[in-house]
């Protein structure tokens, strides 16, 4: 097995929308390096890694501590689990992300929250959910 050093660039909110350096500052120098096994990365090549607060995806079992990796994607298919950055709000969220007539749904997977809707132009996918690696207890 190849281990392989993923960079944690910072925090993301799978509750509420937190404010992150903004996309043009998005590749920032890692605070941490994560090493995993090349397999967790599923031999994509520009992965990166987030902590995330919050449990607005506890019911995809993410939860508040947990770390993502995530694939550097500007799209995404329906139902992917994301990282969203929201252009109006210069704030980023966790969420899947579905495509509806004239608008966006950013469905938390919590039945406690509320879905996020949005414009299609308020929204920068900032990467694709491709491992979680839990944080035991």
Known sequence: ???V???IIGEIAAGEPIPVPN???WDTIATEELEVTE???RAKQRVYALRV???SMIDAL???GDIVLMEYVSNAENGDMVAVWLRAEKEVTLKRLFRETKRIRLEPANTQMHPIYTAPDNVEVQGKVITVIRQLD
Do not use: Y
């Open 23 to 25: 996309s043009e500052t």
């Open 5 to 7: 050093s993923v960079p």
């Open 1 to 3: 097995q190849h281990i």
């Open 39 to 41: 397999d967790l990365t």
């Open 62 to 64: 993410i939860k508040d």
């Open 53 to 55: 607060k919050g449990n």
